[in-house]
C-alpha cells in the first residue's frame, strides 16, 4: 500500500499526464461547468451535481470496518460519518446536505476548473512457489537489514543478485508480476499448495527514487501517451524479451520489501480494511485520512475509453501514495485480475467535494494535528 504500505502507485505516477489547460480536453471525462476556482477547497452552498450516490451500502461497511479498525480515527469524524448516513437515509439529495449539518468543500481540481484527477490501483495476486523451481525463478524479497543513513541495493543491482537469498520470502513466475506487486505496494501469493492465500504487505523499500516506467515507455516511442495503462505495459511485456523488460524496469531504481502474513484482509496507510469503490489514497498534506468525499467518477467503457456519463460515490481517504499529490485521488479497485483490468484504465477527472459536519465559525476545515497541513486549513465561502 501506500506510505506506510508504500503504494506508490503504478497508476498514479506514470499517469499523471494531464493535457494543456487551454484546449479544456474531455476526453478522459473534464468538465468545465463551474468556472475557474480560486481556493483548494471552496465552501459551496450545495453541489452543482446531479444523481445521488450508487454505493451507500459499500460506504456505510467501508465506515463500519474504520470504527472497528480504528477509534481515534473514527471519532475524529463520527459527526461527519452520522449525518452522511443520515442524508443517505433520507434519499440523498446534494440539494438537501446543509440541512444534515454537512458543509460541501468543492476542489479545485488539477486545472483550477474542477477536474480532479482519479486514477487506480488494486491488490494483486501472484503466483509464487516457496522455493526456486521450473518457471518459478524470479525472487521476492523481505526486508534486509538498512545502515543508518543509507540507501540499500538500486533495483538494478537485486537483479543482478545483490541480496543474499536468505532475504527471499517468494519465487514467482513473472518479473512484471513482481514488479505490479511492488508499485501497488502488497498483494496475494498463491504457493499452489491448496492452502489460503498469504497476504504480502509492505515491508519497506530501498530508499531510491521512484521512476515511472509508464513515462519511459512513452519516452522510448514504445506505447502511445494516448494508450498508456497497466494493460499497455503488461502487452508491451508480452511482447518483447526478457531481457527488454528488466531493461525498462531498471529504469524505476526503487525497489519494495514485502512481509508475508497470513491471509488479511487489504488495508490502507490508515489500518483500515479498504472496501472497493469506497476508498482512496490521497495527498494526506491537504486531504487527511478519515476525510468523506462526495466524487463525480466518469464511467470507462470495456475499453477504458471513458462514455461521456458519470456516477455518484461517496468514498473515504484512508491511504495515501507517493505519487498521490494534490487534486488527485487513487481508487481502490478490490483484489484480482477484474480489479486490476480496471484500475489499469483509470486516468480521468471528475469533480469532488469533501464533506464535512459544519464547524464553527472561523473554525479549520481539518483539525487533526496529524495531516501534515497542522489543522491550519481553513476555508471560506465561495
Not at 211 to 217: D, F, I, M, Q, Y
Not at 284 to 293: H, M, V, Y
Amino acid at each position: 500500500m501506500k506510505g506506510h504500505w508504500a503504494k506508490y502507485a503504478l497508476t498514479g505516477a506514470f499517469l499523471a499526464l494531464l493535457a494543456g489547460c487551454s484546449s479544456k480536453p474531455t476526453d478522459r471525462g473534464q468538465q468545465y461547468i463551474d468556472g475557474k476556482l480560486e481556493q483548494p477547497l471552496g465552501l459551496v452552498n450545495e453541489p452543482n451535481a446531479k444523481g445521488r450516490p450508487v454505493n451507500g451500502r459499500d460506504f456505510g461497511v467501508q465506515i463500519q470496518q474504520i470504527q472497528s479498525a480504528s477509534s481515534g480515527l473514527y471519532s475524529r469524524n463520527t459527526g461527519t460519518y452520522s449525518a452522511i448516513q443520515n442524508w443517505l437515509l433520507s434519499g440523498a439529495d446534494t440539494r438537501q446536505l446543509s440541512q444534515f449539518g454537512l458543509n460541501a468543500y468543492q476542489m479545485e481540481g488539477t486545472d483550477n476548473y474542477g477536474n480532479v484527477q482519479f486514477t487506480g490501483y488494486y491488490t494483486p495476486v501472484v503466483e509464487a512457489r516457496y522455493t526456486r523451481q521450473g518457471e518459478f525463478q524470479y525472487p521476492i524479497y523481505r526486508m534486509p537489514p538498512r545502515p543508518r543513513g543509507q540507501k540499500l541495493p538500486s533495483r538494478a543491482s537485486i537483479y543482478s543478485g545483490a541480496l543474499d537469498e536468505r532475504y527471499v520470502i517468494a519465487w514467482s513466475n513473472s518479473l512484471i508480476d513482481n514488479f505490479m506487486m511492488d508499485v501497488q505496494g502488497s498483494g496475494y501469493v498463491d504457493f499452489g499448495d491448496g492452502r489460503p492465500l498469504r497476504f504480502f504487505g509492505y515491508g519497506g523499500k530501498n530508499g531510491w527514487a521512484y521512476h515511472s516506467v509508464g513515462k519511459e515507455l512513452i519516452d522510448r516511442g514504445e506505447v502511445k501517451r494516448e494508450d498508456m495503462s497497466m494493460q499497455a505495459i503488461r502487452q508491451w511485456a508480452q511482447e518483447h524479451s526478457p531481457e527488454e523488460v528488466r531493461n525498462v524496469l531498471e529504469t524505476n531504481q526503487s525497489f519494495v520489501f514485502f512481509k508475508p502474513e497470513d491471509y488479511v484482509p487489504v488495508r490502507g496507510a490508515s489500518a483500515v480494511p479498504l472496501i472497493a469503490k469506497a476508498s482512496v489514497a490521497s495527498d494526506r498534506s491537504l486531504i487527511p485520512a478519515g476525510t468523506a468525499l462526495l466524487a463525480e467518477v466518469p464511467q470507462l467503457n470495456e475499453k477504458g475509453k471513458f462514455n461521456g456519463k458519470y456516477e455518484m460515490r461517496l468514498m473515504v481517504a484512508l491511504d495515501v501514495g507517493g505519487a498521490i499529490k494534490g487534486q488527485h485521488f487513487d481508487i481502490y479497485q478490490g483484489v484480482g485480475p477484474d480489479a486490476a483490468h480496471l484500475a489499469g484504465f483509470y486516468n480521468h477527472y471528475g469533480r469532488v467535494w469533501v464533506l464535512k459536519a459544519a464547524p464553527g465559525a472561523g473554525q479549520p476545515l481539518f483539525s487533526n494535528p496529524q495531516n501534515g497541513n497542522n489543522g491550519s486549513l481553513i476555508i471560506g465561502a465561495n
